[in-house]
């Protein structure tokens, strides 16, 4: 086990020491100790079909484990797994799988439309020593559409670093490539570049394409690593690679922002009992009423919201999105026209790339700003309509933001959680599976219809049209065709998905009110009892925030001043 894993289970098994009185955040602390102790680091292997993944990978392990050569339509994502007994699990959509011995290769093959991905269990001990780092063989970005898309969107979000291998032979770095890249950037990935095949170019044209590599990731990507260069065999260059990937700061990104979120809901929660105690059961008795009639606020808007959703939210972020679509992928005519001059048969994939990066970041965005405008009115509902403490609605709020605006930290342990999600993470995971659940669909859509789309295209021009016959084409028939597929399958998933974050983040408000009735009601009842004494009670809450705030400091603050 990691020092970082060891370090955060330590701070929440100390956090345990406080919350006794605190049932649903001891639920969260046990939890999250869970997942902490489970959570695994994928680091995929990117990069074109045929750029030499398996190659590479064959390398590291010191034998020829994956195959290599074979079709792009059986190429499925492989994960690289330590363990005495060598064997291949095939991985189903509903989480079966098939079992099989370790060169039973050619049966995965024939069976690969029915499989998701592959574990891959092998006894050597190049994989146990990079362990817990998890290296994937990925499907090349020429693989069929389906199965890339999918795969690449699985291990964008279930990934935490990326190995990307370009090949040399391109010259550069291909635009359907540079895309994936700038996907994997705006979800909060890193990862490095590594230079293929340079065995098979002479060592001056192997310098220009380097030079041309590192000139385009630095402006495109803002790129500042070194790029290693790569023969048949490169064991040590992807070893070198490896240990430059720290498995420590990449569990700090993962979980320091949940366990800071878990230790201000602690905090808060003793302020509030403090600030209890020093009310008499009156007035606590009518703070009881106010946050009952706030959840029932909240049911009313939630009601009144979801009878909104489709004019408020669907139609009219529908048609920004599509405006910002129509934009991205206007920004990219140019080359795309002179890809298409240049290579007809690039062009597919390249059309393809820009259509999906701007789907991808347009409607994460549109997703996210819906998420905080309904946030908002929560809020501003509860406030106005109820005498509730101004304080306990801003805790929540914050609390809520803090977890949408940490989404791609988080991304990871969404995909890889097991069992059922404590009600404090409810929210900002549900928005991550929202997202998934938008793109994939409409992804999938636009993969089947862009191929025939440009089937046509070519049918109908060839390299000898001029510039401007291409321009107009693109203007008029190719683009509106993208924006009016968009049209047609963004309104079907949009919807239902805008619906769940309304539901969402109702539920988490609710909870987090019901939270607060629940510590009310305890304090009232103890002071009927009289079995409390309230100074010492207030002094001990107050001896707990001080000695949690010191663990915070110790185990959060101070490390992030360290890293």
């Known amino acids: 086990m990691l020092q970082t894993q060891k370090k955060q289970i330590e701070f929440l098994n100390k956090l345990l020491e406080y919350v006794e009185e605190l049932p649903k955040d001891k639920e969260d602390i046990l939890s999250l100790i869970n997942e902490i102790k489970n959570t695994e680091l994928l680091i995929p292997i990117i990069g074109g079909f045929s750029s030499g993944k398996s190659t590479l990978l064959n390398s590291f392990l010191t034998k020829e484990y994956l195959p290599v050569g074979i079709t792009p339509e059986t190429d499925l994502a492989t994960e690289i797994r330590y363990s005495d007994e060598e064997y291949i699990l095939a991985m189903k959509n509903n989480e079966e799988f098939d079992k099989y011995q370790i060169t039973q290769w050619d049966k995965i093959k024939e069976n690969a439309s029915k499989y998701k991905f592959i574990k891959l269990f092998v006894n050597q001990e190049s994989v146990k020593k990079i362990e817990p780092l998890i290296l994937v063989d990925m499907p090349g970005f020429e693989a069929p559409n389906k199965l890339h898309n999918q795969a690449i969107m699985d291990y964008i979000v279930k990934g935490v670093y990326f190995v990307v291998l370009i090949n040399s032979m391109d010259g550069t770095i291909k635009n359907s490539i540079l895309k994936e890249l700038k996907n994997i950037k705006e979800l909060g990935r890193d990862f490095s570049i590594m230079l293929s095949k340079t065995n098979q170019l002479l060592p001056s044209k192997v310098e220009e394409v380097l030079k041309n590599v590192i000139t385009l990731a630095e402006i495109e990507l803002e790129y500042n690593k070194d790029i290693l260069t790569l023969r048949d065999s490169s064991q040590e260059e992807l070893n070198k690679v490896i240990e430059n990937i720290n498995p420590e700061e990449l569990f700090d990104k993962l979980y320091l922002p949940l366990l800071e979120d878990k230790y201000f809901d602690i905090t808060e929660n003793f302020s509030y009992l403090i600030s209890t105690l020093s009310e008499n059961s009156e007035e606590n008795q009518k703070e009881i009423q106010e946050i009952q009639k706030s959840i029932k606020e909240l049911e009313e808007e939630k009601n009144r919201l979801i009878k909104e959703a489709e004019a408020e939210y669907t139609d009219s972020k529908i048609e920004a999105i599509l405006i910002d679509i129509k934009n991205e992928i206007f920004s990219q005519k140019l080359q795309l026209i002179e890809t298409f001059i240049t290579s007809p048969k690039s062009f597919e994939k390249e059309f393809e790339a820009v259509v999906k990066y701007a789907v991808t970041r347009h409607i994460r965005y549109g997703i996210e700003d819906i998420s905080l405008d309904i946030l908002d009115k929560f809020t501003n509902n509860i406030n106005l309509n109820t005498s509730i403490n101004p304080e306990i609605i801003s805790q929540i709020t914050d609390s809520i933001k803090f977890q949408l605006n ?31 659940n938008v793109l994939a669909p409409v992804i999938e859509v636009l993969i089947l219809f862009i191929p025939e789309l440009i089937g046509e295209f070519l049918e109908k021009f060839q390299k000898n049209k001029i510039r401007n016959e291409l321009n107009i084409k693109f203007d008029n028939e190719i683009v509106p065709r993208v924006i009016d597929e968009l049209k047609r399958e963004l309104p079907r998933v949009f919807k239902s998905q805008v619906l769940e974050i309304i539901r969402n983040i109702s539920e988490e408000f609710e909870s987090k009110l019901k939270e607060k009735e629940s510590l009310l009601e305890k304090i009232i009842n103890e002071k009927e009892s009289q079995i409390i004494q309230i100074n010492q009670q207030i002094e001990k809450y107050e001896k707990y925030i001080k000695n949690i705030k010191q663990l915070a400091n110790e185990y959060i603050y101070k490390r992030r001043e360290n890293d």
């Not at 989404?407 to 900002?428: A, C, I, P, W, Y």
Request: proline letters at 0%.
């Open 406 to 436: 940490n989404l791609s930290q988080n991304m990871n342990k969404f995909f890889q959680k097991k069992g059922e999600m404590t009600d404090s993470l409810r929210s900002v995971f549900a928005v991550l599976a929202i997202i998934t």
